[in-house]
């Protein structure tokens, strides 16, 4: 290494590269990368001051992107202070460059933002902003460190989108859509179990996509179809994001199907003014509609007692269409918080299971609940579980339609990816932990059947690829192109020497990467924070027609007396984000300027 290395100038050398967008598939080759950002080659003057890092017979991959975990906001929060017994036995000692953090499930935001970065992951994107909670969410994601962040706003039943999509206004849906997200900082439309939330106000449901609910007799196919409509018209970087209806009910699979299929035809459009990183392969997103955690939507049987996994037949329909992507919510077994803006199902967990639980009504926007839990091995329905969040990966055929998460902490902790990483590459690692669990989880789960093993391109896909894509982030994210941002992950692992028969070394190495790399900076080293820097904060600035946006605030206006809220504390100030990067959206033509962000 130069004794006078310019920060943020770096060469991976002789590396066996993985970056998918570019079709690098393993070969040997140098990354160059120059102020942060990915570029094709240093001067001679350039590489003398340049960080040098010898990769011979280790794999690259670009930095771990996270497209759907719960790490900010005012239930994570819940789910932290109501669980101190979490607090325990996970800790992060303070060292001269970090602060301490503390939590398993739960971590604080500094352990969090750690944890994440000494795993080999640069970004990652909080699932769940209730547009209340958008102050308390922009706090704890500014306190986090390292990590490139940004949030979804959770529009599902929201009374204002509500009542416009019943009176079949798509128009000032949108208008008043973008409005929020600008206000608000938000990246993201996030549906939570459409029309459903509303009526758990009234300790009620919505179990049909034709139910119109109560008061605003909507149902959730018109909000569904409405949301990805708005989604479209305003031509945001990632597609409508959808937690389906019965969400944890046995025989759910059906309906989120049919849930899938509603915003076909639709079209997928890109309305914002980037500049996009060079990428080999089509970097721009093709769905229209990304499912979340479909673990959890993918169950069959028609109660407990037949309870199986549905993930065959979801899994049927996803292999015929090209709109639609999914994360998998996989569950790898131990303690979890669930924790989701479904309130009823929250409910539902916890007349099953008699834990610990809190639930939140946010007035006028949605709600929440909080339950602890711990999925276990001898459980005949945990492990049919443990055996769908890996069927949704395994059985779905093009890894471009999928992600692997285990929408942390619902089912699993995100510290936990490496071990679902190595079920997904061994059928002995599955098989040898099917010889541990309840019989259910092959009898039950066409599992023991799947030889596929996924190899390390799949994974880099999986976890870097496709969720960058799938939210419009590849113009900078989830690949090596030039222009990418010099996110890097640099593990121990040979790829012509790999044997994933040896599952417990392959864990061990996925864990605790050789190097991470942000923006060309060494942050972690063998999984101690070498550098903690601050991570920027992404959201989307959609714009409208002018008048119609002042005839949606003049409702808006109207119907803010139901708020206990003033209407001028209802937006997030800038102050409130640390190095935002704000992504316009539809701005007229005139005014578009090109800028390098
Ligand atoms: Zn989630």
Known sequence: ????????????????????????????????????????????????????????????????????????????????????????????????????????????????????????????????????EARHTHEEM????????????????????????????????????????????????????????????????????????????????????????????????????????????????QIARDSLMIPAGIGAKNKSDLLWAETKENARRRQTVYLAHAQFSAYGGSSWRDFTSGAADLAKYINQVDDVVID????????????????????????????????????????SGVLSLVYMKSSPVHAVQWAIGLEVLLLIDDPWKTIMTTDHPNGGIFTQYPQVLTWLMSRK?????????HKWAYDKSTLGGVDRQLSLYEIAIITRANPARTIGMAYRKGHLGIGADGDVTIYDIDPSSLDTNDTKALTAKLSRPDYTIKDGQIIARN????????????????????????????????????YTVGFANYPVPDKYLKNPVAISVNRPLEAEALVRR
């Open 527 to 562: 999984g101690e924070i070498v550098s903690v820097t601050e991570g920027r904060r992404f959201y989307c600035r959609p714009f409208v027609d002018e008048d119609l946006e002042k005839d949606m605030l003049a409702d808006v206006k109207d119907w803010f007396k139901y």
């Open 328 to 367: 998998s919510g996989s569950v790898p077994f131990g303690p979890a918080t669930t924790m989701t803006g479904d309130g009823p199902a929250q409910h539902d967990l916890y007349m099953l299971t008699g834990q610990k639980w809190s639930n939140t009504d946010v007035e006028l926007e949605c709600g």
């Open 142 to 253: 500014r306190s986090t460190p390292i990590l490139d962040m940004g949030a979804y706003m959770v529009m599902g039943n929201n009374w204002f989108v509500m009542r416009y999509l019943k009176e079949g206004d798509i128009e000032k849906a949108a208008a008043y859509v973008a409005w929020m997200m600008r206000t608000h900082k938000a990246y993201g439309i996030k549906c939570v179990n459409p029309a459903g939330v509303e009526n758990w106000g009234w300790a009620k449901n919505i179990h049909g996509l034709d139910e119109p609910n109560i008061h605003f007799e909507v149902t959730p196919r018109e909000i569904i179809r409405g949301l990805a409509e708005v989604n479209e018209m305003l031509g945001l970087p990632m597609s409508l994001h959808l937690h389906a209806n019965n969400l944890g009910h046995p025989g759910n699979w």
């Open 429 to 437: 690692a599955r098989d040898d932990t099917a010889k541990e669990c």
């Open 1 to 132: 290494m130069a004794a006078t290395a310019t920060a943020g100038t770096m060469i991976i050398k002789n590396g066996h590269v993985f970056d998918p967008l570019n079709g690098i598939n393993g070969d040997v080759k140098d990354i160059f990368i120059r102020d942060g950002k990915v570029v094709s080659s240093l001067t001679a003057a350039q590489q003398r001051d340049a960080i040098v890092i010898d990769a011979s017979g280790k794999t690259v991959m670009p930095g771990g992107v996270d497209s759907h975990s719960h790490v900010a906001g005012a239930k994570v929060n819940a789910g932290r202070s109501m669980r101190p017994e979490d607090h325990y036995k996970s800790v992060r000692a303070k060292t001269a460059i970090t602060h301490s953090g503390s939590g398993y499930t739960v971590p604080s935001v500094y352990k969090q933002g750690y944890d994440y970065a000494a795993m080999g992951y640069t970004t990652v994107f909080e699932a769940a902003m209730p547009p209340l």
